[in-house]
């Protein structure tokens, strides 16, 4: 199982960045696949997560209306695009796979992911 995050960098406030994160070595479908971040000193926050089955997503408040997660299944690729970033949003970003077991999909807790890629650093300039 692997998983490779991407696309992180550097940007001025309101700016946009786009996260890629890369799934191989199991099967895409039966996974949801969240998003989480850590800031410096901070405990590792969930963000967004989706249901890769159906499209059904999920986000943390302090995200809705900004950020937008989708999957693209015939690359086994999430995608998080972030727009009107701000400067706390600066994080080192991850992605996870959590198994789905029946209709339980929807999680932020990082205990219930199975797998975690590396890190993607965002940094948000003010």
């Known amino acids: 199982v692997q998983l490779q995050a991407s696309g992180g960098g550097l940007v001025q406030a309101g700016g946009s960045l786009r996260l890629s994160c890369a799934a191989s070595?199991?099967?895409?479908?039966?996974?949801?696949i969240g998003w989480f971040r850590q800031a410096p000193g901070m405990e590792r926050e969930g963000v967004s997560c989706?249901?890769?089955?159906?499209?059904?997503?999920y986000y943390v408040d302090s995200v809705k209306g900004r950020f937008t997660i989708s999957s693209d299944n015939a690359k086994n690729t999430v995608y998080l695009q972030m727009n009107s970033l701000k400067p706390e949003d600066t994080a080192v970003y991850y992605c996870?796979?959590?198994?789905?077991?029946?209709?339980?999909?929807?999680?932020?807790?990082?205990?219930?992911?199975?797998?975690w890629g590396q890190g993607t650093l965002v940094t948000v300039s003010s």
């Open positions: 996870a796979a959590m198994y789905r077991i029946g209709s339980f999909w929807r999680t932020l807790s990082q205990y219930e992911y199975d797998h």
């Open positions: 070595g199991f099967t895409f479908d039966d996974y949801s």
């Open positions: 989706i249901n890769t089955s159906d499209g059904n997503t």
